[in-house]
C-alpha cells in the first residue's frame, strides 16, 4: 500500500506563504489524483485541492486565487502553495490519494 508524507508546515505571519510537500512512495503515483485536506480547529475537514493524474486542477472556494496545487511526477510529491494566508487558516493540513492517507502537518498563522 502506498504511503504519503506531509512536510513544510509551520508558523507564519498573517499575509505569508506555506509551501507544503505530499511525498508518495509505491506504484502508481504518477496515474492517480491527489487530494490536499485541511482539518480545522472545529475538527472540520474539507478538500482544499485536487489535482488529476493530469494535472488538471480544483480548488475550495475559499482558496481560489490563494492557493496553488501541483505536482512532479518525477519525485511522486505533490505541492501545495499557500498564500496570503490569515489567522483564520490554522488547520492540520493532510493529502490523500492512492487509498491512503498521510499523517499531515500543522499550518498556524499568526496576526
Known amino acids: 500500500q502506498a504511503q504519503l508524507v506531509e512536510s513544510g508546515g509551520g508558523l507564519v505571519q498573517a499575509g505569508g506563504s506555506l509551501r507544503l510537500s505530499c511525498v508518495a512512495s509505491?506504484?502508481?503515483?504518477?496515474?492517480?489524483?491527489i487530494t490536499w485536506y485541511r482539518r480545522d480547529p472545529g475538527n472540520r475537514r474539507e478538500p482544499v485541492a485536487f489535482i488529476s493524474y493530469t494535472g488538471r486542477t480544483n480548488y475550495a472556494d475559499s482558496v481560489k486565487g490563494r492557493f496553488t496545487i501541483s505536482r512532479d511526477n518525477a519525485k511522486n510529491t505533490v505541492f501545495l502553495q499557500m498564500d496570503s494566508l490569515n489567522p483564520r487558516h490554522p488547520a492540520f493540513y493532510f493529502c490523500?490519494?492512492?487509498?491512503?492517507w498521510g499523517r499531515g502537518t500543522q499550518v498556524t498563522v499568526s496576526s
Open positions: 490523500g490519494g492512492l487509498g491512503s
Open positions: 509505491g506504484s502508481g503515483f504518477s496515474t492517480t489524483g
